[in-house]
């Protein structure tokens, strides 16, 4: 197929609009079902290299939920504990461990929850049956693999009242080195980012503290892919094989670190014994869910159980987190890495960072403050690398 016209644009106004290759070949995907549109494509196409890359680096099945072209999570297939699958609400689907890409979505779209809600989701191996179970009853627009097994295929075209899309993307496509998009009716041409994030980008550490464990090396080489494809600025905090908080499109980088800090405490207190026994009513959809947790573990619980709310969602009224059970609970966490886009320009954000439990950081270096940065960080017992490389995204 050379074109595939598309409903609308960005916009229900900009018509007419459709994708094409600019040398006239074949597109390197098929629509098996429903039908995508143009935002649904930004979201695929850049969410699969992301998967793709992550595998490439890592060697383990990836995945990532993708909205408005930045992600919400990425992951790769590490295991889920008993904790860890209550946590990510896929209790339920036996076996998930026998599948990498199962867990690997589980973590993803369990990042950020609230923003992965009509996600779009890309897979970097053969979606199985036990990935299409984990991704059924979730609220997505589409999916993007480069194959499906047949029982996983027919679960997921039942989505959506049938309606749900599903990309089959060539595995072996590879873009051309130089890439074009029209602004105002210029064109913009640049060679594409095709920067390899890998271990041999982490070598440079600056810090007193030369430790990097393997674990570290993994989880900043998931931040770093995660933030290649995210919106700029952006900063990302990772652990366990996954992003936990993004912060992404922000013009000002301390406020990336305090909004994916923020994402990524919330991550983490959704390990506290107060939220993994929330009292919730029988058959309250996975939305209200999301968004209960979310108020609860936030400064606007009251949402949630003030008189007359709480009964909506719970059995009982559940016991409010203090912030002082807030802060202890968060000191036990630690070990989390973070990468960030570009230099970090002042030290406040280490400071930040290193209250969600941050002890690892990789950055471009380059700023003209650098030595503050790397005081604050030896200040903190941190580890931090600088390898020269932005990752801008726009």
Not at 302 to 309: F, I
Not at 326 to 349: V, Y
Request: a negative charge; hydrophobic letters at 40%; charged letters at 25%.
């Amino acid at each position: 197929m050379k074109e595939l016209k598309l409903k609308y644009g960005c916009n229900p106004n900009q018509n007419p609009a459709r994708l094409s290759m600019p040398d006239g070949s074949d597109l390197p995907f098929e629509v098996l079902n429903g039908t995508p549109g143009y935002i649904n494509f930004l979201d695929a196409l850049n969410s699969w290299q992301l998967v793709k890359e992550l595998k490439s680096a890592l060697g383990l099945p990836a995945a990532a939920s993708f909205k408005h072209v930045s992600p919400a999570g990425a992951a790769v297939g590490v295991e889920l504990s008993d904790v860890m699958k209550k946590k990510l609400f896929v209790e339920h689907i036996e076996n998930i461990n026998d599948s990498a890409l199962a867990c690997a979505y589980a973590r993803a779209r369990g990042a950020d929850r609230m923003s992965s809600f009509g996600d779009f989701i890309a897979l970097s191996d053969k979606c199985d049956i036990l990935t299409a179970m984990v991704i059924k009853p979730e609220v997505s627009d589409g999916v993007i693999a480069p194959d499906y097994d047949p029982e996983a295929l027919e679960l997921l075209k039942t989505k959506k009242g049938g309606k749900y899309c599903i990309i089959k993307i060539d595995p072996d496509y590879t873009a051309p080195e130089s890439e074009t998009k029209e602004v105002f009716g210029v064109a913009f041409t640049q060679k594409r980012n095709d920067a390899v994030l890998d271990e041999t980008t982490l070598t440079n550490i600056v810090t007193v503290n030369k430790e990097l464990p393997d674990h570290a090396k993994r989880d900043l080489i998931v931040a770093m892919i995660t933030l290649k494809y995210t919106q700029s600025n952006s900063v990302c905090y990772a652990v366990d094989g996954q992003a936990i908080g993004v912060g992404a499109g922000q013009q000002s980088r301390i406020h990336c670190t305090r909004l994916a800090g923020d994402k990524a405490d919330n991550w983490l207190m959704r390990e506290h014994e107060k939220v993994l026994s929330l009292p919730f009513k029988e058959g309250i959809g996975r939305p209200d869910r999301d968004n209960c947790i979310d108020c609860y573990i936030s400064d606007h619980a009251e949402d949630v159980l003030s008189e007359g709310e709480w009964q909506r969602f719970f059995t009982e009224k559940p016991e409010a987190l203090t912030a002082e059970e807030k802060r202890e609970f968060l000191k036990t966490r630690a070990g989390i890495a973070l990468a960030s886009d570009a230099f970090f320009p002042f030290s406040d954000n280490i400071t930040r960072a290193a209250r969600s439990g941050v002890k690892y950081i990789v950055q471009a270096g380059g700023s003209k403050r650098d030595q503050d940065v790397i005081d604050e960080a030896d200040r903190l017992g941190i580890t931090m690398v600088t390898n020269g490389i932005r990752l801008f995204h726009h």
